[in-house]
């Protein structure tokens, strides 16, 4: 029989005896530790933990639910519990460049990310034969009909397929403010360029004009602020004054598809917690 493990997350103010006491707590309820990170943010006094761990004979959603919330009351605790078993269903999002659309799949093909993609979106139909190969439902939606009438069929698809994240793989549009807040917390977006430097259009263009010696990626949270969302993952990679702009951009896919992946591969394991518009990444 497979044993059944589980996630809890739990962010508050730092205090005396919070390590004790969730690590008591899911000792009493049956559960057994395999796996505690936490960080206690100085500088703010906020501390930040993420537990895995096993349930035992004993063990009971109810019970542990019932026992910790009597916890959390007692130091103001906002927490998470998940079952590891339960997948998120993803919606993966996209225009007309397919590497990260392509990478995402693949991972997921290969089991490397941990959740189920039933939809492909986007706002054009040239990467429809992708979702065909991987035998995924794809729409279209047309922003040209104004956004207020394209994003609430965007609602409806996310909705049609009880989505919780969605994963902006090069989609070329920018989300209102209402859809943001909608999903606040919940789009994850790539961005092709090593924020905040070179931001908007034509990031590598940019890069290539100032003669930058490294170029990156940057997975953040869509926000209604373009660009500006709280960062989950980075990465560069140098490059020589004798590249062209066509080598950055091919070098740059590179780092794209890698950030991307890991930037969602975080969220999937809970290890993304979120403060006034900042990232803690506890893993």
Known sequence: MTQKTYTLTVSCADQSGLIAAVTGCIAETGGNILNLAQHTAVDIGMFFCRVSFAGGDTFSDEGFTAAFSVL?????????FFHNAVKKRVAVLVSKTSHCLYEILLKHADDELDCDIPVIISNHPDLAHIATSFHIPF????????????????????????????????????????FCKAWDGKIINIHHGFLPAFKGAKPYHQAWQKGVKIIGATGHFATEDLDQGPIIFQDVIRVNDTCSVDEFIRMGKDVER??????????????????????????
Not at 148 to 158: R, V
């Open 72 to 80: 959390a009351e007692r130091f103001s605790m906002d927490w998470r």
């Open 139 to 178: 729409y279209q939606v047309d922003p040209k009909k104004g956004k207020e009438a394209y994003e609430k069929d965007l609602q409806d698809i996310l909705r049609q397929y009880d989505i919780e994240l969605v994963v902006l793989a090069r989609y070329m549009q920018v989300m209102s403010a209402e």
């Open 258 to 283: 890698r950030v991307l992946v890991e930037a969602v591969t975080r969220y999937l394991k809970h290890s993304i917690f979120l403060y006034q518009g900042r990232t803690f990444v506890i893993e």
